[in-house]
């Protein structure tokens, strides 16, 4: 027996749920001079705006846009207001103008990036696969199937809570790829843990999980630059072919509604700093913060071969989103002009962050391993001596030694000539962690997967211009249960 379920091309915005009042709020770097705002409505605003100043009390200036987007199926409109003129490394306070009106908010603050050069010692977080903690998400219990290993005990911090206490400790939020896990609502219905949903109406659980997820982030996103980059469950609907085997039900992609396929919300919710990076919309985009330049990567489209094109990757574009380019080989020929621009004078440290990765402990039965990633990317990276690559997509922890087309780096951390390669996708989401496979690969150093039971995040702190610490921060308790620090002669 095969169901295929087909949604209305244009399904009207569903009533909003008590779930979905929190604003959504995040902001994000754009250039050294400028922010920008996001917040979420349940109607379309015709001119978003933002009050802010150099202190709460003094909230005179105003910035405005026109862009306050949506798409079938989602039950709110994205806003997005840039603000500009602003000093480096300098706290702001701010409030959107169209919040609920039911609710009484403080106003918000945010810090803007360092001096492009600043060699002030900084340190950033980094996740990647995480998804919405509680009721709709990773708990303390979960639909069959799931290990025991991949719940939360009870009272158990989880990745989020920890985010939220450590705060003090990081200046922005880097998330590399799988935002939220919303298109998992299928399984988690098939699975028994969401029983109450039906598939007809599973627009409505996607958009429900969205919603919580970005409620959840919010004491973050708020006052840190939540900066992000694409994964495969915000290119496509992670549900397709996925199989009821108690009731031999086969669900088709057919089931996937507009906001879960191509990239769709992902496009609507963010706005990435690429125009001044001259990248693609939120897919690949670069920007710097003291004595770091940060390069986001687009595992999951354009990997040399060229980019797919606008009618296919847009989904509903919404007003006021970037355009997409779908000239051959753009990402490529846009990281070797970034790369060849940096003044590592002034930025030392390079450090790229892309989904997928290629190192790693893994049996690459599932295509976790992307080689294609590494026939284009890593001879830039080796060309230009890129310091750090990040990735997740694996769920597991897995840092591994400087590499160089496979083969490990004899000075390891002490000044190598190979990007240093560290997979983190252990933060969270419903069905938990993976298995990496045993033994290890040579290249491997420290690794953590479901046999640990341990969720966590990666913390990097920039000392000086030669000195980089990636630690594995532990979410249950905030302990870092690895830490290594790589040593780079950079002439600075």
């Known amino acids: ?20 009042a929190n604003p959504q709020i995040r902001v994000a770097f754009h250039g050294d001079d400028g922010m920008v705002v996001s917040w979420n409505t349940f109607d379309r605003v015709p001119r978003p705006s933002v009050f802010w100043g150099r202190s709460k009390e003094h909230l005179t200036n105003i910035a405005s846009s026109a862009v306050s987007v949506t798409y079938p199926t989602s039950t ?21 103008a169209q919040l609920n009106e039911d609710t009484c908010y403080e106003p918000f603050n945010f810090t803007t990036s360092r001096r492009v050069g600043d060699k002030t010692p900084f340190s950033v977080a980094v996740v990647a696969d995480l998804g919405t903690m509680g009721s709709e998400g990773l708990s303390t219990s979960a639909g069959k199937g799931v290990s025991s290993n991949n719940i939360l005990k009870p009272g158990e911090k989880n990745t989020i809570d920890s985010l939220i206490s450590s705060m003090p400790g990081y200046e922005f939020l880097w998330h590399v790829g799988d935002i939220a896990y919303a298109d998992y609502w299928l399984k988690e219905e098939i699975q028994g843990f969401l029983p109450n949903t039906t598939v007809e109406e599973g627009y409505k659980v996607y958009e429900s999980i969205l919603n919580d997820f970005y409620n959840e982030m919010m004491p973050v996103t708020a006052s840190r630059a939540y900066m992000v980059g694409p994964g495969n469950h915000e290119a496509n609907c992670d549900n397709g072919g996925t199989t009821d085997k108690t009731h031999n039900i086969t669900y088709d992609l057919s089931i996937c ?37 940060f390069i986001q990567l687009d595992t999951e489209t354009d990997l040399g071969h060229g980019f797919i094109g606008p009618d296919e990757i847009g989904g509903t574009e919404g007003e006021g989103a970037s355009p997409v380019n779908s000239k051959m080989n753009a990402q490529v020929n846009w990281l070797e002009a970034d790369l060849k621009a940096v003044d590592r004078k002034l930025t030392p440290w390079i450090i ?18 992307c080689w294609s990633c590494k026939d284009v990317f890593e001879p830039l990276f080796l060309k230009y001596d890129v310091d750090l690559v990040l990735s997740g997509h694996a769920h597991i922890y897995e840092r591994q030694a400087p590499i160089a087309e496979g083969k490990i780096d004899p000075k390891e951390l002490n000044n190598p000539s190979s990007p240093w390669y560290i997979t983190n996708g252990a933060a969270g989401h419903y069905d938990g962690l993976d298995t990496l496979q045993s033994p290890r690969q040579q290249f491997s150093r420290f690794s953590l997967d479901t046999n640990n039971a341990t969720y966590g995040w990666s913390k990097l702190t920039f000392h000086n211009a030669t000195h980089l610490t990636h630690e594995f921060v532990a979410s249950n308790n905030n302990t870092v249960l690895d ?5 780079k002669d950079h002439k600075c």
């Open 1 to 20: 027996m095969k169901k295929s379920t087909v949604l209305a091309t244009l399904l009207p915005l569903v009533a909003a749920d008590s779930d979905a």
């Open 76 to 96: 709110t409109y994205n806003n997005h207001v840039l603000i500009q003129g602003l000093r480096p490394d300098t706290t702001y306070y701010y409030i959107p």
């Open 257 to 293: 509604m507009p906001g879960q396929t191509n990239f769709t919300g992902f496009k609507n919710h963010f706005r990435m700093p690429s125009d001044v990076s001259r990248g693609t919309g939120n897919f690949w985009y670069s920007w710097n913060s003291g004595m770091a330049h």
């Open 352 to 369: 790229v962050g892309g989904h997928r990765p290629w190192y790693l402990s893994y049996q690459n039965v599932t295509g976790t391993i």
């Open 483 to 487: 830490s290594a620090t790589l040593y």
